[in-house]
C-alpha cells in the first residue's frame, strides 16, 4: 500500500481555492462580499481560516477523502 496523499491534495486546493482576494472575499471592505478584487484584511483572513479549517475537517473527517498512491 502506497502513501495516502488525500489529505495533501485537499489542504492545498482548499487553501489555494480560499485564499482571501483570490476568488472572494468575506466580509470586504465596503459590502458582505467581493469577487476577484485581490485585497484581503484581517476580519478576511479570519473568516476565510474558519471556512477552511471547517471545510478541510468535514472532508477528512467526515467524509474521509483518500487517494493512494503505488
Known amino acids: ?6 489529505p495533501v491534495i485537499v489542504a492545498v486546493v482548499l ?3 480560499l485564499t482571501p482576494g483570490l476568488m472572494f ?3 470586504a471592505k465596503g459590502r458582505v462580499a467581493e469577487f476577484g ?9 479570519v473568516v476565510h ?4 479549517f471547517g471545510l478541510l475537517t ?10 493512494y498512491t503505488g
Open 49 to 52: 481560516a474558519l471556512i477552511y
Open 37 to 45: 478584487n485581490m485585497q484581503t484584511s484581517l476580519p478576511s483572513i
Open 1 to 6: 500500500m502506497g502513501a495516502d496523499w488525500g
Open 58 to 67: 468535514i472532508l477528512l473527517i467526515a467524509i474521509g477523502v483518500h487517494i
Open 25 to 27: 472575499q468575506i466580509p
Open 15 to 17: 487553501f489555494v481555492l
